[in-house]
Structures are given as structure tokens and as C-alpha cells.
């Protein structure tokens, strides 16, 4: 399918899904922009940068000074990609910015919009039930985006990625949480405590995949205003199978042991057992199937491919000690 070429905004594209979108935008003949705060460059470096304009803008600051979507719509792009809203008043000034020219909106959400779904695989019909501030600050957000679509006052497409995986940063681990050294203690075939039974899962998704995504959404507007999609990967996992694999990875056999949460947080530091309740609690289980019919979404990493990717480079960099 050919695609014709339009300016594309990108506001937060340095971070994970930014340095895997930019190139394919870039590839595809698309005019884009790059909105962030800083000079930081893309966790993965690729000539397709040299071919971008970049716009130092601080968000929080341009709205709290009232600023931000004028900045934005004055850009005249014909798709804006937001990658870093969180609250509805940030998404309700872009959509305001954005009204006349009714400029596609995408937005990065997230599957905890879902809280604790009733039936699994979830589906984006599935009532929302969110729990922990950034849950409910996202569902707000889709609320607002999808309303205002529904009048006529913008054009948006939300986009709900699991826990983005890739080069050069610390996937959830088996544990639940983000200390790679997890993955050190897999690696030299130390023991591994879990909470409970090890049987909740989490749904990891590689930050190429939410962009191919997010590629994919502009590509197939009219099939994609108005609607939100799953973008993860083909299944999930659970802690013990996530664990019991990572051991294999490293030609380790299993060193499992598994305590009731209220003896497992203790293990753990007070920040560790916060991320691996908020990632129990939720469970998160999503369906695809509403973006592989629409969009033409297929993911190239399963959840496990995605994170082995991950923490090669993290052995690389010596964050992970294998020896």
C-alpha cells in the first residue's frame, strides 16, 4: 500500500518508542518532528536522525504557562504523535490546539487502563475498571479523547502498549519489578524467590512493535480515529514460566522458591514490592486481535524474545554480570 508522505510530530520521541518510530517514519518519506525537552539522543542510534528537526520544548512548564499546544499546532503537522501525556488537562490543551485543523492525535496509553479485567484475553470494549493514579489519569484521558471524537472535536487514536522491552534499558523482570540484578542471580543459578505462586502474568511488548504500531495507525487513519488498540505481545506470561525460561536462557536449571506477598515483600527493598504489587495486581492479559484486523499489526518479538533482546545489551554494557 502506498502511504503518502505527511508531517508527523513526535512529542517525546527520544525515549523507548520514539527511537524505533522516528526511523520508520524517516524510511517511509515522512516529514518529522521531534518534540522533547533536552538533546538527549535515541536509546539506539540510526542515520535516520540526521533527516529530523528537532524542537527543545519542556512540556510541564509550556502548560502550565498556557503555551504548548499553540507551539505544537503551530508546527501545521497533518499527525501529531503524543508519547508523554498523563493528565487529561495536557491532552484536553492539545486537543483544543489541535481543533482546526483537526490534526490526527495519537496517543501512547497503557493497559493499566484496565485495572483488574473481569475475563481474559481483555479487549478494548471491556469496561474500565483502573486502579494507582497513572491508571486512572490514562482512562481519563482516553475518555476525553474518544468523546471529543465522537463530537467532532478532534481526530484521535489511543494506542495501549504492555511493559515496553528493548536495547539499552531494564525490562520488569520475573521478580515484577526492575533490578536487573534479577537477571544476574538467573544468570548464575542462584535461587529466586517469587510472590505466592508465581502465577500472575505480565505482557511485555518490544518498543519496535508499539511502533510499528504507531506507523501503522497513521497509515490506517480512517480505520483507526476514534478507537483504542492493544499493542503487545502475542501472549503473556507468568512470573514462574517467565523465571523457569530466563534459568534455561542461561543453561541453568531452576532455582525456584515462592512465598505467600505477605512474607515476599520483605525480601525485597519498599520500592521493589510497591512495582511487583502493581504489576500483580494487575495481570495484565490483552487481546490483539482488534489491531491485527484493523491496523495489520503483527509483532515480531514474543514477550521472551523481547527480553532476551534487552538484557544481551544490558550484558553488553555489563549491567547484567554473567561471569
Given amino acids: 500500500m502506498y502511504v503518502l508522505p505527511v508531517r508527523l510530530v513526535i512529542i517525546g520521541g527520544t525515549g523507548h518508542i520514539g527511537t524505533f518510530l ?9 516529514d518529522v518532528i521531534v518534540a522533547s525537552r533536552g538533546k538527549r539522543g535515541p536509546y539506539v542510534a540510526h542515520p535516520a536522525w540526521d533527516a529530523v528537526r528537532r524542537i527543545d520544548i519542556d ?6 504557562a498556557g503555551t504548548f499546544g499553540a507551539r505544537i499546532a503551530a508546527l501545521e503537522a497533518d499527525a501529531v504523535v503524543d508519547l508523554i501525556c498523563f493528565t ?29 479485567p473481569a475475563t481474559v484475553p481483555v479487549t478494548e ?25 465522537r463530537r467532532g472535536v478532534s481526530r484521535a487514536v489511543i494506542l495501549h502498549p504492555g511493559h515496553l522491552v528493548g536495547p539499552w534499558w531494564n525490562p520488569l523482570n520475573p521478580a515484577g519489578h526492575f ?63 517467565y523465571a523457569e525460561a530466563m534459568f534455561a536462557h542461561f543453561d541453568q536449571p531452576a532455582q525456584l522458591r515462592f512465598l505467600p506477598w505477605d512474607e515476599w515483600q520483605h525480601t525485597v527493598t519498599e520500592a521493589e514490592a510497591a512495582a511487583t504489587w ?6 495484565p492479559h490483552g ?27 544490558l550484558i553488553a554494557s555489563g549491567v547484567v554480570r554473567v561471569a
Avoid at 483544543?96 to 496509553?109: F, P, S, V, Y
Avoid at 542462584?190 to 505466592?196: A, D, G, K, S
Avoid at 502493581?278 to 495481570?283: F, K, P, Q
Fill in 88 to 116: 487529561p488537562a495536557s491532552a484536553q490543551h492539545l486537543v483544543d490546539a489541535l481543533r482546526e485543523r483537526q490534526t490526527l492525535l495519537l496517543h501512547c496509553g497503557t493497559m493499566w487502563v484496565h485495572g483488574r
Fill in 59 to 64: 512540556r510541564t512548564a509550556e502548560d502550565a
Fill in 179 to 241: 533490578n536487573p540484578n534479577v537477571f544476574t542471580r538467573i544468570a548464575h543459578g542462584e535461587v529466586l524467590q517469587l510472590p505466592n505462586e508465581g502465577m500472575e502474568t505480565v505482557h511485555h511488548v518490544h518498543a519496535d512493535d508499539v511502533a510499528q504500531a504507531f506507523e501503522l495507525a497513521v497509515n490506517h487513519a480512517d480505520d483507526a480515529v476514534g478507537e483504542s488498540f492493544h499493542v503487545v505481545s502475542p501472549a503473556p506470561i507468568t512470573l514462574r514460566a
Fill in 278 to 283: 502493581d504489576h500483580i495486581a494487575h495481570s
Fill in 22 to 30: 522516528i526511523p520508520r517514519l524517516v524510511n517511509a518519506g515522512h
Fill in 125 to 149: 470494549d471491556a469496561p474500565r475498571h483502573p486502579f494507582g493514579d497513572y491508571g486512572i489519569q490514562k482512562a481519563a484521558i482516553e475518555r476525553l479523547l474518544l468523546d471529543s471524537t
Fill in 287 to 313: 487481546s490483539i486481535a482488534k489491531a491485527r484486523q484493523r491496523l495489520g499489526y503483527a509483532p515480531r518479538y514474543s514477550s521472551l524474545e523481547a527480553v532476551i533482546e534487552s538484557v544481551t545489551s
